[in-house]
C-alpha cells in the first residue's frame, strides 16, 4: 500500500468514484464500482454515513478486493477505523474529523491520507502535516452533500491547486460538461458521486469523464 505515492497517486486521482447508495437506483455498490472502473475509474471511495459497520465490513471487503485486482486505489472516507479494518489504500477527512496529524498516527505511512480544506490556510497546514493530496470543493453548486456548503467556485480551486505541492482533487457539481475547466485550473482530477453513481449507465457515464479528463490533462503538459 505504500506504493500509492507521488506521479502513482497523481495517476489514481484522475477519476474518483464516492459512493452512494442514495443515488445508486437501488444496485448494489459492488455493482456500481465494477461498471464505474470498467468506464475508467482510477480511484473509489467508500462513503458510508448510516447503516451497521458490520455491513459496512461486509461491502467494504467485496469493494477493495474488486479494486486490487483492478489496481484502483481505494479509500475510505470519514472512518479511520472502518479503513484500518479493511486495509484500505487510504483514508478521507474533513475539517469536522479526525485532524490529520492525528489520523496519520493512526494509520502510520502505509495508508494515504486525503484531507478537504475549506480555506487556503486549512490547504497549507494540512500539507505540512502530512496529507498526501487535497479535495476542493463544492467546485459548482451540488446537492449530493448537504452539508458542503456553498460553491467555491474554479478561483478558489485554482488558488490551493498553485499553492501545494501535494495533488488537488475537485469536487462538487462536476460532470462531463464542466470537467475540463476543472482541470484546467489545477486540479490533477475529479471526483464525483452523481456524475456516476447516479447515471442510468455508469460504465458510460465515468468513460466520458475520464475521456475529458485525459484530454484536459493532455492539453494542460502539452
Known amino acids: 500500500m505504500a506504493t500509492w505515492r507521488g506521479a502513482r497517486l497523481r495517476e489514481a486521482l484522475r477519476l474518483y468514484v464516492i459512493t452512494d447508495r442514495a443515488l445508486a437506483r437501488g444496485r448494489p455498490d459492488i455493482e456500481i464500482a465494477r461498471a464505474a472502473i470498467a468506464g475508467g475509474a482510477t480511484a473509489l471511495q467508500l462513503r458510508w454515513k448510516s447503516g451497521p459497520l ?3 465490513l461486509q461491502i467494504g471487503r467485496a469493494l477493495r478486493a474488486l479494486c486490487r485486482e483492478a489496481g484502483v486505489l481505494f ?8 479503513a484500518l479494518a479493511l486495509e484500505a489504500d487510504g ?33 497549507l497546514e494540512a500539507e505540512a502535516v502530512g496529507a498526501d493530496y487535497l479535495g476542493v470543493g463544492p467546485v459548482y453548486p451540488t446537492t449530493t452533500k448537504p452539508d458542503a456548503g456553498p460553491a467555491v467556485g474554479l478561483d478558489h480551486l485554482a488558488q490551493i491547486a498553485g499553492a501545494v505541492g501535494i495533488p488537488v482533487v475537485g469536487i462538487g457539481g462536476i460532470t462531463a460538461a464542466n470537467a475540463a475547466a476543472v482541470i484546467r485550473a489545477g486540479a490533477v482530477g475529479v471526483a464525483v458521486i452523481s456524475a456516476v453513481v447516479g447515471a442510468e449507465n455508469v460504465r458510460e457515464a465515468a468513460r466520458q469523464l475520464r475521456a475529458v479528463v485525459d484530454r484536459a490533462l493532455a492539453a494542460r503538459s502539452a
Request: zero cysteines.
Open 91 to 123: 483514508v478521507h477527512v474533513g475539517v469536522s474529523d479526525l485532524p490529520v496529524p492525528e489520523v496519520r498516527k493512526l494509520v502510520g505511512e502505509a495508508m494515504v491520507v486525503g484531507f478537504s480544506p475549506e480555506t487556503l490556510e486549512q490547504a
Open 54 to 56: 458490520s455491513e459496512a
Open 75 to 82: 479509500v475510505v472516507n470519514d472512518r479511520v477505523d472502518l
